[in-house]
């Protein structure tokens, strides 16, 4: 069955930064698009950035174009995110999921990202 799980969440100080990740399993990685989404406290979902199944097309938000970075590692089934220069309102569950803006299909269960000082 498919699988994302993230990992790599926790405390951060303004300015900081985290790097998270994704190990999928179940499907075939390098076959989809992957998407990170997050959810603030309180909030809705927000989508953060996607990336082509071959990493030849990526997008951001605008909140976060500049200071993340979405990658992944095909052999590894590994999608990852790069964050720096955290801000506060950068604090949220961040989920991993299959898919792009057409349509996310399958997700994780999330990593807290706490951005205080």
């Known amino acids: 069955q498919v699988q994302l799980v993230e990992s790599g969440g926790g405390l951060a100080q303004p300015g900081g930064s985290l790097r998270l990740s994704c190990e999928a399993s179940g499907f075939t990685f390098s076959g989809y698009s992957m998407t990170w989404v997050r959810q603030a406290p309180g909030k809705g979902l927000e989508w953060v950035s996607a990336?082509?199944?071959?990493?030849?097309?990526?997008w951001y938000s605008d909140a976060v174009k500049g200071r993340f970075t979405i990658s992944r590692d095909n052999a590894k089934n590994t999608l990852y995110l790069e964050m720096k220069n955290l801000k506060p309102e950068d604090t949220a569950v961040y989920y991993c999921a299959r898919g792009d803006h057409y349509g996310l299909d399958y997700w994780g269960k999330g990593t807290l990202v706490t951005v205080s000082s």
């Open positions: 990336i082509y199944r071959d990493s030849s097309d990526i």
